[in-house]
């Protein structure tokens, strides 16, 4: 093992450490509209990754408002990581539209969270996997 692997190993455990988040990295199918009911019917879910992870608010978001629908939502841009070593189903890449939802946090406000996946970033000298999302609230 290089310097530099042994450098990189200590940098990933320490990353870890500070994962105090669990998360859960999902892709959705598109929603169905059913005649029957009028009701919009939510795509079926396919659960890629469960596991620790630190969410974190980009400082340099100050949120930018835009219209969905007939309503006004602020985006703001947040940063998942996971740890460096995570395997997703084979053949499975993170694409923008993909969502994480956070499942439990130290901090309470955060449970419940859902963030579109807009990026994902790749280094083999990352001490982390970094997702970039944005919270369309």
């Not at 509209?33 to 992870?53: E, N, W």
């Not at 980009?58 to 007939?70: K, L, P, R």
């Not at 070593?85 to 859902?114: F, K, N, Y």
């Amino acid at each position: 093992m290089s310097s530099l692997d042994t450098v990189l190993a200590a940098g990933r455990r320490a990353a870890e450490a500070r994962m105090r988040e669990t998360v859960r990295l999902y892709s959705q199918a598109a929603d169905s509209f059913d005649r029957a009911s009028g009701q919009t019917v939510p795509g079926a879910k396919a659960d890629l990754y469960t596991g620790k992870a630190r969410v974190k608010a980009i400082a340099a978001s100050t949120g930018q408002e835009t219209e969905a629908g007939e309503r006004e939502i602020v985006l703001r841009e947040y940063e998942v990581q996971l740890p460096w070593a995570t395997t997703l189903p084979s053949g499975t890449r993170v694409l923008a539209g993909m969502r994480i939802e956070v499942t439990a946090s130290p901090d309470p406000r955060m449970v419940g969270l859902i963030l579109w996946v807009t990026g994902a970033s790749f280094s083999d000298q990352s001490t982390v996997w970094r997702i970039r999302t944005e919270d369309r609230s």
